[in-house]
């Protein structure tokens, strides 16, 4: 069982490509506190960071990490710099998406990797969901991608060899049924545990 529930709840969120050469260079857009960059580190990557948020920026620079605080656009990066550029659950939130790949590719070296996740619209969930599915997170989601939409928006921003990896993950799923259980039971304390033990989940807790 709990091979299992690791299994279901493996999301391959930190995908990072094979190392192409020694001194690799790698930018991490909204980078929070540094979690990834360190990651990328320790695999032999010269990562750089962008974060919006201070508080954060200021946590991944005391971990020794050359970052930009504020928005892609601000951060002025040079052209054809980098080996590879991530972005994790980040272009959703934003209101030019076309704009940041646009950005992200004059960046990127001509066999650079992009590297991001979005959620999927497409898949089952919000079906059953409906408007609970967690994922909507109406108003911070201001973008909602298809598997196609995606597909089409990264060739239009000169993107090639476009794979698209679904992933799985069964916090999201535990997430929406407890917000289903909380508007069918705003005074089960049952369905507010099961909401705050996913949310606990998702933000990293044991």
């Given at each position: 069982m709990r091979s299992l529930y690791y299994w279901l709840t493996k999301t391959y969120a930190d995908f990072m490509p094979p190392l192409?050469?020694?001194?690799?260079?790698?930018?991490?857009?909204g980078?929070?506190?540094?979690?990834?960059?360190?990651?990328?580190?320790a695999a032999g990557w010269q990562p750089r960071g962008i974060e919006p948020v201070a508080t954060a920026a200021a946590e991944a620079q005391r971990r020794g990490f050359s970052i930009h605080v504020?928005?892609?656009e601000s951060a002025q990066l040079e052209s054809d710099a980098f080996d590879a550029a991530f972005a994790w659950m980040v272009i959703e939130h934003l209101t030019n998406p076309r704009e940041t790949l646009v950005e992200l590719r004059r960046t990127l070296k001509t066999d650079g990797w992009l590297v991001f996740s979005v959620p999927n619209v497409a898949c089952w969930e919000p079906y059953v969901s409906g408007k609970s599915w967690m994922v909507w997170e109406l108003p911070r989601h201001l973008q909602h991608f298809t598997p196609r939409r995606l597909r089409s928006l990264l060739a239009d921003c000169g993107y090639d060899r476009i794979d698209i990896i679904h992933q799985r993950n069964l916090l999201n799923v535990v997430t929406s049924v407890g917000i289903v259980l909380t508007r069918w039971f705003p005074r089960s304390r049952s369905a507010?545990?099961?909401l705050n033990w996913a949310n606990h989940r998702r933000c990293g807790g044991s």
């Open positions: 192409p050469n020694q001194g690799a260079t790698a930018v991490e857009l980078c929070a506190t540094g979690a990834f960059l360190e990651k990328l580190r504020g928005m892609l507010q545990r099961v």
